[in-house]
């Protein structure tokens, strides 16, 4: 039973976080509907030796210290990334540090990797080993850590073996420098120092910001491939706020998620797929809300789409609803599956 219809005009009234966290526990409590209808064979994906049911996923943000990945996997969803988790808890930037933009359909935050660290989230995922589903985790740097390289290579260290994939967030716009790591000397030794950690072929994939200039683009594009990245994800949230008019939140510091990143996210995809030739597997994030938008973030070059920020104001119904609407979308342009569709728009 979807009691999100229900309860949505309640959360809207409380402070953001606050509605956040009694979401989570109500995941908890097993307070959220189930999809137990087979997936359409048009939605598989082989990647990484991984099988993915359906492409859409989870991003990171919502489920930080790994309290409800198999719930989320039960919602529909073809995979889950917890995190970001850095390797000492932190509380991170003052509250009110999230704010709701209703007429834009979006979200500014500046939570500042706010999480209970790598031990909290290694017992989770522990706890959980035996269990199915795809889940990522997406590792981050401590704000006051002196070698913030050696903290992405303590997560690579800490969840190899319970992590089906790793992410490398380098581009939230709310740790102070953090978004240099994005520089392609820097990057190069990221990069070579987070692959040297591995022990196995754990896929190690890049999540980059939306507001990067074409030749970082193209920086970013040559080391990925030079050093054999597994895969990239585009994007995180933004720092811009052109068009922005429906609530006074909008001037607010921090990283804008939801419809209003749409289009520019969109746009860096297909730049990233273009630069790589197709040879990286994307996920691609940004604003999606209907399977209009994850047809699209696959036409432009995705082999995998996220969400997270329209869960919030329409609920796990969501989930079932994209997939029904992107496979549709499939058959009317005539593709038997997804990988079919990847980056058309760009190619053609």
Request: hydrophobic share 45%; proline share 6%.
């Amino acid at each position: 039973m979807d009691l999100f219809p229900l309860a949505r005009p309640v959360l809207r009234h409380i402070d953001p976080e606050r509605a956040h966290r009694l979401t989570i526990l109500a995941l908890k409590l097993g307070l959220a509907p189930r999809d137990d209808e087979p997936d359409p064979a048009s939605l598989a994906i082989d990647l990484w030796g991984l099988h993915f049911s359906n492409p859409l996923g989870i991003a990171a943000g919502f489920d930080k210290n790994g309290e409800v990945p198999d719930v989320m996997l039960k919602l529909g969803l073809g995979f889950a990334e917890v995190g970001t988790t850095t390797p000492r808890p932190q509380s991170g930037n003052p509250r009110p540090r999230i704010f709701r933009l209703n007429g834009e359909g979006a979200v500014i935050n500046r939570l500042g990797f706010n999480n209970e660290g790598h031990a909290a989230l290694k017992r989770r995922l522990e706890a959980r080993r035996a269990r199915p589903g795809i889940v990522g985790v997406n590792i981050g740097a401590n704000k006051d850590a002196a070698d913030r390289i050696a903290d992405y290579e303590a997560g690579i260290a800490a969840f190899e073996g319970l992590a089906s994939y790793f992410t490398v967030n380098i581009s939230s716009p709310n740790t102070p420098g953090l978004r240099a790591l994005q520089n392609k000397a820097e990057l190069e030794n990221l990069v070579a120092r987070v692959l040297a950690a591995r022990k196995g072929r754990t896929p190690v994939l890049l999540k980059i910001a939306p507001d990067l200039t074409d030749a970082e683009l193209a920086d970013i594009a040559e080391v990925a491939l030079e050093k054999g990245l597994d895969g990239l994800i585009v994007s995180n949230t933004t720092i811009r706020r052109e068009g922005l008019v429906s609530s006074p939140a909008a001037s607010e510091t921090g990283g804008l998620s939801g419809r209003p990143l749409f289009s520019l996210s969109t746009e860096v995809l297909k730049t990233i797929y273009r630069l790589t030739g197709g040879k990286i597997p994307i996920v691609g994030v940004g604003g999606v809300s209907s399977g209009a938008d994850a047809y699209a973030k696959i036409r432009a070059g995705a082999s995998l789409v996220q969400l997270y920020t329209a869960l919030v104001f329409e609920g796990p119904a969501l989930v079932r609803r994209i997939k029904r609407e992107l496979a549709q979308a499939l058959a009317a342009d005539g593709f038997g599956n997804i990988r079919d569709a990847i980056g058309v728009d760009v190619k053609n």
